[in-house]
């Protein structure tokens, strides 16, 4: 008797089936808040960590001279590289590495010639937190090539060729 | 006469000078290969398998300045020899103890010989000793790679390389020789008509040079005449680009010696 009056006096006019269905849908509210958030978080959380391409377009000096990219804070614990090579005028073969921001070499030359993805995996020993990627032509190229493309200091995923 | 010829080819400073210079050349083409981060075990254990080794340093040793040099290194044995047989004096002491026709043919044939050798020898030299600091194997990894190993990529032997790479870089080591044979040649036919002995040695050096700028300025660069010594240089060089680069030089020279010679003789 006493708690069909604290029902009453709780829940003013409703009944007591109207009160549980209301709060059955509190909690699927909060659960279904809840997934949202983990979601998002984890999906939003792995965007940011796996990086995210940075665009290159630059001439590169001939008879061996080369280029940097810009800058690219490393975000991810993940030790690869990547440079997605799209297109090199002339159809030329050139040679990109990873260099920290002091020009000291994280990772060494590797050829790239049109539509090439090419990974790299930095050295532990030297960890920095910005890279750029310098591209170069080898002695035999006689004119200034232009290069496009994008890479990351991360592995953000496929070169989309 | 041809084996005194071939002896006085082979045993003078200019060979000498020439594989020198082609090891210290193909060295320098190496330091790229090399200007990566140190290479520690931890960071070597993070590599894929045969991430550097014995045939890509090869490679890359070629993509260095001994495609620029190979001319000069060519000529450098015997090629003037020629025009200092016929300055000095000697040419007419040889022709006393056999004929003129044996003795250009042994000039030819052993010139050709120095100027191949002078290539191929430095580069097996090479080859031998990348043997020995890197490991022998081919990275499968297709990301990440030194060199760019499609067929297409590597020349018109280039698909050897993934299954037989020794046959590979030894076809290589075999075209630079053909390469010397005919830039040797050339030299040759040039002492015909040149009286300097140093314009003959630098003219197939600047001729190469002239030719492989125009061309990459035309933008042709395929059918530069390097791509007869580094088939690898660019993608997408045939078996046409080299051997119509090195059959033209090779006819055009060889006429020209013959031409040159008989000249020669009926002034003589």
Redesign the interface.
């Known amino acids: 008797m006493r708690f069909d009056k604290i029902c009453m006096i709780d829940v003013s006019n409703k009944s007591r089936e109207d009160f549980k269905k209301g709060e059955k849908m509190k909690m699927r509210s909060l659960v279904t808040g809840l997934i949202v958030i983990v979601l998002s978080v984890t999906l939003v959380g792995k965007a940011i960590a796996a990086g995210s391409f940075s665009t290159y377009n630059m001439t590169i000096p001939k008879l061996g001279g080369s280029n940097t990219t810009s800058n690219v804070t490393k975000v991810s614990s993940s030790?690869k590289a990547v440079v997605c090579s799209d297109q090199i005028g002339?159809?030329?073969?050139l040679?990109a590495?990873i260099e920290l921001l002091n020009g000291?070499?994280?990772?060494?030359?590797?050829?790239?010639?049109n539509d090439?993805?090419?990974?790299?995996?930095l050295?532990?020993?030297?960890a920095g937190s910005s890279y750029h990627a310098r591209i170069?032509t080898?002695?035999?190229?006689?004119?200034d090539v232009q290069a496009t493309g994008w890479w990351s200091p991360d592995n953000p995923g496929s070169c989309g060729f | 006469m041809f084996r005194e010829e071939l002896k006085r080819a082979f045993i003078n400073y200019g060979f000498l000078a020439a594989v020198v210079i082609g090891l210290l050349a193909l060295s320098q083409g190496l330091s790229?290969?090399?200007?990566?981060?140190?290479m520690?075990s931890?960071?070597l254990s993070?590599?894929p398998l045969f991430y550097n080794n014995s045939y890509d340093a090869f490679i890359w040793s070629q993509?260095?300045?001994i495609?620029?040099l190979g001319p000069l290194l060519a000529v450098l044995p015997f090629s003037d020899s020629y025009l200092n047989d016929r300055t000095s004096g000697f040419l007419r002491n040889i022709l006393s103890r056999s004929s003129y026709k044996e003795y250009l043919f042994a000039k030819y044939c052993s010139t050709g010989l120095s100027g191949g050798f002078a290539i191929a020898i430095p580069m097996t030299i090479f080859f031998l000793v990348m043997n020995i600091v890197f490991p022998r194997g081919i990275n499968t990894n297709p990301?990440?790679?030194?060199?760019?190993s499609t067929p297409e990529?590597l020349g018109p032997f280039g698909y050897f390389y993934q299954n037989n790479p020794d046959l590979y870089i030894f076809l290589l080591i075999g075209l630079g020789c053909i390469f010397g044979m005919v830039y040797a040649i050339l030299g040759l036919s040039l002492s015909m008509f040149i009286e300097n002995r140093y314009v003959v040695l630098a003219t197939p050096f600047v001729l190469f040079m002239i030719t492989?700028?125009l061309l990459?300025?035309f933008?042709q660069?395929a059918w530069s005449p390097?791509s007869s010594l580094?088939p690898h240089?660019?993608?997408?060089i045939t078996w046409i680009h080299i051997g119509i680069s090195l059959g033209g030089i090779f006819l055009a020279s060889s006429m020209g010696f013959f031409l040159g010679s008989h000249a020669k003789e009926v002034r003589a």
């Open positions: 030790d002339g159809g030329y073969t040679n590495r000291s070499v994280a990772a060494g030359y590797q050829s790239i010639s090439q993805r090419r990974e790299y995996t050295n532990p020993s030297t170069a080898t002695i035999f190229i006689p004119v | 790229d290969y090399l200007s990566g981060p140190p520690t931890e960071y993070k590599l993509r260095g300045i495609g620029l990301y990440e790679l030194r060199i760019i990529a492989h700028y990459a300025l933008r660069p390097l580094v240089w660019l993608i997408g």
